[in-house]
């Protein structure tokens, strides 16, 4: 595809159970970035892959949180036990270099009841 | 770390007139500060970066400044038309994260 593209764009999920976000960046990027926007808030940093590596996960908040490239291109993000102060919009990036220009997803926005 | 102040949170103009944005930033070895712009529903979109070793850039109706001395950077959108309503963000690069602001709600006033 032309950009990058995430899949659901809608998630609803009920407290206490597991979710699973993907991503699939432009053809050719190797690097690849999630992360989580609050409302009224810029994008925060959660994780960065270099091709299938995690290079940095400094920003996942907490255990709950997990984050797999297996081949290098697609990515899912993954939460258990969600709680509702999960709920937000989770944004992926991709870049043909490291913390350069990045082009963004649509999001998907979690809703945790 | 790196902390990355944006003003002001709303901002209204006429169209046609001139809208800026300011960003300070606190980390010296930050050397990469993107603007992105989001619409509704939809991810942000880089419009314009500036590197550490330039202190302008321009591309069409917007320009960017940085001040490295002074840890800010500014966002110049001229002859604002109504596609320019949207948030915009500054971020700020030091060595492998990047830190953005909280945005700043453009509206465009017919």
């Known amino acids: 595809g032309a950009g990058v593209s995430q899949t659901p764009s809608n998630k609803v999920t009920e407290k206490g159970k597991y979710v699973e976000l993907r991503c699939d960046p432009i053809s050719g990027h190797t690097a690849l970035y999630w992360y989580r926007q609050s409302l009224g808030q810029g994008p925060e940093f959660l994780i960065y892959?270099?091709?299938?590596?995690?290079?940095?996960d400094s920003g996942l908040p907490n255990d709950r949180f997990f984050a797999v490239r297996p081949e290098g291109s697609v990515s899912t993000l993954k939460i258990q036990r969600t709680e509702r102060g999960d709920s937000a919009v989770y944004l992926c990036a991709s870049s043909l270099a490291d913390w350069n220009e990045q082009f963004f997803g649509p999001g998907t926005r979690l809703t945790v009841l | 770390g790196e902390n990355v102040e944006q003003h002001p949170s709303t901002l209204s103009v006429q169209e046609g007139d001139s809208a800026v944005i300011k960003c300070t930033y606190s980390d010296s070895a930050s050397n990469y500060f993107p603007w992105y712009k989001q619409e509704l529903g939809k991810g942000p979109q880089l419009i314009i970066d500036?590197?550490?070793?330039?202190g302008e850039k321009k591309d069409q109706r917007i320009a960017v400044t940085l001040n490295k001395t002074a840890k800010h950077f500014s966002l110049h959108i001229t002859e604002t038309q109504p596609e320019d309503s949207a948030v915009y963000f500054c971020a700020a690069t030091p060595y492998d994260k990047i830190i953005f602001g909280k945005g700043t709600r453009l509206h465009i006033l017919p």
């Open positions: 500036i590197r550490s070793n330039v």
């Open positions: 892959f270099q091709g299938t590596g995690a290079a940095d």
